[in-house]
Antibody, heavy 119, light 108 residues
Framework: EVQLVESGGDLVQPGGSLRVSCAVS????????MSWVRQAPGKGLEWVSL????????HYADSVRGRFTISRDYSKNTLLLQMTSLTAADTAVYYC????????????WGLGTLVTVSS | DIVLTQSPGTLSLSPGERATLSCRAS???????LAWYQQKPGQAPRLLIS???SRATGIPDRFSGSGSGTDFTLTISRLEPEDFAVYYC?????????FGQGTKVEIK
């Protein structure tokens, strides 16, 4: 059974950094593309970043490029998102999601972790 | 970047009625890369439709997707009480993924 469990969300000051994680079970993390999708309070969904399966190429939304870094910890079968230079606009629930097919949709989702950027 | 515009913003219907949700793209989208999601309050989104018209595993057949080019539609043939939620369309193109702003289907 595929399970995605996010953690690491916290209250952080503007300009600060934070790393959130997504523990994966039911498959090997390098087998599929994995993404981070966020949702600001009361707002819609925004794709943030994706790391492809076997090759591990990375892609970012313009809003986070240069500030966020997506990566994988193979030993822990975990997806990571390192966030720096955080602003209030980054406040959101961060979901990890897995892309299982060539349709490039988000087939499996975690429950999310809340990141709040505030002084 | 491709912008997806969903309409209406809110759809007020009664159980048993038919729901028709629209997703319009600012440029042509491959049908392979158009998906629909359902999200209920406090829950993660759930994939309903991928490839514009292929239902995801376990999705009831009252949900159907159609369309091509710049105009796509999600239809719920007969609304069940559990279908009242927010629905998002999503596209992939040029290594970017974008979502529409969502349509809320509420009980009339």
């Amino acid at each position: 059974e595929v399970q995605l469990v996010e953690s690491g969300g916290d209250l952080v000051q503007p300009g600060g950094s934070l790393r959130v994680s997504c523990a994966v079970s039911g498959f090997t993390i390098s087998s599929y593309a994995m993404s981070w999708v966020r949702q600001a309070p009361g707002k819609g969904l925004e794709w943030v970043s994706l790391i492809s399966g076997s090759v591990g190429s990375t892609h970012y939304a313009d809003s986070v490029r240069g500030r966020f870094t997506i990566s994988r910890d193979y030993s822990k079968n975990t997806l990571l998102l390192q966030m720096t230079s955080l602003t209030a606009a980054d406040t959101a629930v961060y979901y990890c999601a897995m892309t299982a097919s060539h349709y490039m949709s988000f087939d499996y989702w975690g429950l999310g972790t809340l990141v709040t950027v505030s002084s | 970047d491709i912008v997806l515009t969903q309409s209406p913003g809110t759809l007020s219907l009664s159980p048993g009625e038919r729901a028709t949700l629209s997703c319009r793209a600012s440029q042509s989208v491959s049908t392979t890369y158009l998906a629909w999601y359902q999200q209920k309050p406090g829950q993660a989104p759930r994939l309903l439709i991928s490839g514009a018209s292929s239902r995801a595993t376990g999705i009831p057949d009252r949900f159907s997707g159609s369309g091509s080019g710049t105009d796509f539609t999600l239809t719920i043939s007969r609304l069940e009480p559990e279908d009242f939620a927010v629905y998002y369309c999503q596209q992939y193109g040029s290594s970017l993924w974008t979502f529409g702003q969502g349509t809320k289907v509420e009980i009339k």
